[in-house]
């Protein structure tokens, strides 16, 4: 097992990504921390891997909380006396679908929210973890961006913003933390079939569309999972300060870039 009786951290652990990746994380031997603002469904993704023999612990976290985000760092110090794995997934992902806009028509209370949550959040999560890592020269710490951080996606402005603000985190989070033996990397999935994309999903049009632009198919939640675990195991230790992308060739078709109209034959 890639992470026996590793401490692991998931922020937004009850749904999509994060629920995938708890999952495949106890798989592999990680004790787990599901940390999420949607107790039933995460309190269901620990009852999950209990039935599957692993083992988990739901925590009620606002990662926008300081207090909330030591609080599930205490928890998994209390319970298993090391942090090994912090994966900082959440994202306020309706807020993003339902009210993100260009910049002359977004709001700015759904700016503070997307940067307090996407960007902010993550701060504050490996702010309430580090100590415990550099104590124990040694840790994973696995933040989440997008694609969109990389080429622009028109009319959620504050959403990439704040994945752009990760990747650059990410980076100066590396070098810091380097000498206490922390790896920092960066994930960016592109399209991944979760709960949060349902509504464009559920669409044939839009579907397609979405599908047309990609090379090989749309993402499953099971392939992000893969890759953090990759990241977050020991067969990734050359690896840190990276930005991953993860998208079935959906940055590297042509019409991406050029906003061209060349499609697959
Ligand atoms: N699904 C995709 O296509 C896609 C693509 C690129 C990047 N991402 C990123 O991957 C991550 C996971 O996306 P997903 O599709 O699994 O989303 P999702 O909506 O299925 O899950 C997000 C989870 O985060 C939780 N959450 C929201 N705000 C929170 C907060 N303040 N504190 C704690 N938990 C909070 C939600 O309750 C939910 O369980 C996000 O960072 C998202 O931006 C997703």
């Given at each position: 097992m890639q992470l026996h009786e590793r401490v692991a951290l998931i922020t937004?652990?009850?749904?999509?990504i994060g629920k995938a990746t708890a999952k495949l994380f106890a798989r592999e031997g990680a004790r787990v921390i599901v940390a999420d603002l949607d107790e039933a469904n995460g309190r269901k993704v620990t009852t999950d891997i209990a039935a599957e023999g692993g083992t988990a612990e739901f925590i009620r976290c606002d990662v926008a909380n300081i207090a909330d985000a030591r609080s599930a760092v205490a928890l998994a110090i209390g319970k298993w006396d090391r942090l090994d794995i912090l994966y900082n997934n959440a994202a306020p992902t309706r807020l993003c679908n339902e009210h993100d806009r260009a910049v002359h028509e977004l709001d700015e209370a759904v700016w503070d929210t997307m940067i307090n949550v996407a960007l902010k959040g993550a701060f504050l999560m490996a702010k309430a973890a580090l100590p415990t890592m550099m104590a124990q020269m040694r840790g994973v710490i696995l933040n989440t961006a997008t694609v969109d951080a990389l080429i622009a996606e028109p009319g959620v402005d504050s959403y990439t913003a704040a994945k752009g603000g990760i990747i650059a985190l990410t980076r100066s989070m590396a070098l810091n933390y380097a000498k206490y033996g922390i790896r920092v990397n960066t994930i960016s999935p592109g399209y991944v079939i979760t709960e949060c994309q349902m509504d464009w999903y559920n669409d044939p049009v839009a579907r397609s569309a979405a599908e047309a632009t990609h090379l090989t198919r749309l993402g499953q939640p099971e392939d992000i999972a893969e890759l953090a675990l990759f990241l977050a195991s020991?067969?990734?230790?050359?690896?840190?300060g990276s930005n991953i992308v993860i998208d079935g060739g959906f940055t590297a078709f042509k019409s991406q870039a050029s906003g061209g109209d060349f499609f697959r034959t």
């Open positions: 937004g652990a009850a749904s999509g020991d067969k990734s230790a050359f690896i840190t």
